[in-house]
Antibody, heavy 117, light 111 residues
Framework: EVQLVESGGGLVQPGGSLRLSCAAS????????MHWVRQAPGKGLVWVSR????????TYADSVKGRFTIFRDNAKNTLYLQMNSLRADDTAVYYC??????????WGRGTLVTVSS | QSALTQPPSASGSPGQSVTISCTGT?????????VSWYQQHPGRAPKLMIY???ERPSGVPDRFSGSKSGNTASLTVSGLQAEDEADYYC???????????FGSGTKVTVL
């Protein structure tokens, strides 16, 4: 059974940093592209970032470019999102999701990030 | 990249059909046959319902169907059931620099 479990969310002050993790199991993680998608409270889904299975190729939404870094450890079957210079509008539930060739077929339950002083 | 445009709400009685539109541009919906749809119940993770415009993942009822014409994709839910009441989001591939763009979301109410 495919499982994605996010962790690392919490309350952080504006300008602060946070690292999210997504532990994957039940599939060949090293062969899968992976994504982060976020959802602000009461709002819609917004794509954040993708990392390909090659570990090197990464893409970001303009809103997080230069502040967030996606990376992965295929030996640990874990996806990460390093978030720096956090702003109030980064407050959201962050989901990791598996890429299924132009769609996202499995999602985690999400982890809540709150940016507030 | 702006969000794809969806109507904020749609509704129907049990057994009826409801269709949700998703309008983008030639850079996303109109440019690729890579439109997917997601169902999200309150407090839950999104669930893939349709991929590649018309394809259903295993386990998704055939009451759910997708289509596309030009820059607009559509999701139809036939034979509405109470458990179909949820938020629905379209999503389109938008090229290697943007990857994905989601729709604004539609709340479906079963009357």
């Amino acid at each position: 059974e495919v499982q994605l479990v996010e962790s690392g969310g919490g309350l952080v002050q504006p300008g602060g940093s946070l690292r999210l993790s997504c532990a994957a199991s039940g599939f060949t993680f090293s062969s899968s592209h992976m994504h982060w998608v976020r959802q602000a409270p009461g709002k819609g889904l917004v794509w954040v970032s993708r990392i390909k299975s090659d570990v090197i190729t990464t893409t970001y939404a303009d809103s997080v470019k230069g502040r967030f870094t996606i990376f992965r450890d295929n030996a640990k079957n874990t996806l990460y999102l390093q978030m720096n210079s956090l702003r109030a509008d980064d407050t959201a539930v962050y989901y990791c999701a598996r890429d299924a060739s132009f769609s996202l077929d499995y999602w985690g339950r999400g982890t809540l990030v709150t940016v507030s002083s | 990249q702006s969000a794809l445009t969806q109507p904020p709400s749609a509704s129907g009685s049990p057994g009826q059909s409801v269709t949700i539109s998703c309008t983008g541009t030639s850079s996303d919906v109109g440019g690729y046959n890579h439109v997917s749809w997601y169902q999200q119940h309150p407090g839950r993770a999104p669930k893939l319902m349709i991929y590649e415009v018309t394809e259903r993942p295993s386990g998704v009822p055939d009451r759910f169907s997708g289509s596309k014409s030009g820059n607009t994709a559509s999701l139809t839910v036939s034979g509405l059931q109470a458990e179909d009441e949820a938020d629905y989001y379209c999503c389109s591939y938008a090229g290697s620099n943007t990857v994905f763009v989601f729709g604004s979301g539609t709340k479906v109410t079963v009357l």
